[in-house]
């Protein structure tokens, strides 16, 4: 775990009002100048304490629930939810500017101890030079990466440490059904598949196609947003981004915030979450953690909607089937594809 203070004192001392302690994954990213905005109308300093990917970060606050480390948890997603919602890590608070939200996003509309922040879709995606170089199609679809041709270039996160890893195993899940994804999965660990803890491992240092990467593998599990990623700051610009998405292998992801229970500065937690979900804030996260707004009517800029991907139809899980069997599944494929 890291500790990185944004404008804050640093201090860690209950009693001091004026930070914020925001508690999230590694990957999560903000414009100085919207943090700075958030500080300036709310007084508050923000302060970050980074826990890992999303799934080690869920993990940590719950281990800590009852001395949480900070105000705030953001990064919780619809696959790790039942379990913040069933350990009980949130105090309810219906942010501000709530109406904005979809309904259909806020998966706990009735007692609002989650908000909305933003949606992504997991996919796998490719190396286009990898593939013209060895004149090889990419895959399509999930049925594709299990054939020989692809045998050994995908890697993937671990279900069991990675919200990113366990949500491609819930698009399986979605594809092949509670009892034909066991199969497919001993088919691509047949087709060896690689697994490694979270997806900054798996995107910067495995995957061939990220910029500077020195990995291997043209195939990784990331996000239909990424290939904007890579063609930010070319200049001149590309006229299409060096990697490419997998459409057919895409599952729905939104994450959200929460006040932590117990949060030493609880106001201060409100005024953030309140921010999170600001049309400011909103229209600062694509090119900053490349996930898409929740807020209607937030602007996303024209480099993302460019070199993204639109995924029309992606795979989803109901809520309920997550939580009452994740546990279930995240045993299953750790028996079947890392022991």
Not at 27 to 54: C, I, N, P, R
Request: aromatic share 10%; proline share 5%; net charge neutral.
């Amino acid at each position: 775990m890291t500790l990185a203070a944004c404008g804050g004192s640093g201090s860690d001392e209950a009693a001091d009002t004026k930070t914020v302690k925001l508690v999230t994954h590694d990957s999560f990213v903000a414009s100085k100048s919207v943090l700075k905005e958030f500080e300036k109308q709310s007084g508050y300093k923000v302060q970050l304490v980074k826990g890992g990917d999303a799934g080690k970060a869920v993990n940590q606050a719950v281990l800590t629930k009852d001395n949480p480390q900070g105000d705030v948890f953001f990064g919780i997603d619809n696959t790790l939810l039942s379990r913040g919602l069933d350990e009980g890590l949130f105090t309810p608070y219906e942010a501000k500017g709530l109406a904005e939200v979809p309904e259909k996003l806020q998966l706990d509309k009735a007692q609002h101890r989650v908000t909305p922040v933003d949606y992504g879709d997991i996919c796998v995606n490719y190396d286009k030079a990898y593939f013209a170089k060895h004149r090889i199609a990419p895959p399509k679809t999930f049925a594709d990466l299990v054939k020989p041709v692809y045998k050994g270039l995908l890697v993937t996160e671990n279900s069991a440490t990675s919200s990113p890893g366990l949500a491609f195993q819930l698009g399986t899940i979605a594809e092949y059904g509670k009892g034909g994804w066991q199969g497919y999965w001993k088919k691509l660990k047949a087709n060896d598949v690689e697994v490694v803890d979270g997806w900054e491992q798996a995107y910067y240092e495995r995957f061939s196609g990220a910029a500077g990467s020195k990995g291997d593998k043209p195939l990784v599990v990331s996000y239909a947003s990424s290939p904007p990623a890579e063609v930010m700051g070319k200049k001149p610009a590309p006229k299409e981004a060096p990697t490419g998405v997998a459409t057919g292998t895409c599952f729905r992801q939104t994450e959200f915030a929460g006040l932590l229970k117990g949060a030493a500065n609880e106001k201060g937690g409100k005024a953030l979450l309140d921010f999170l979900i600001s049309k400011k804030f909103q229209e600062d996260l694509p090119l900053q953690m490349f996930v898409n707004p929740v807020v209607e009517g937030a602007k996303v800029p024209e480099l993302f909607t460019k070199y993204g991907q639109k995924i029309d139809d992606p795979k989803t899980v109901a809520s309920e089937d997550i939580s009452k069997n994740r546990e279930q599944w995240i045993k299953q494929w750790s028996s079947l594809v890392v022991k």
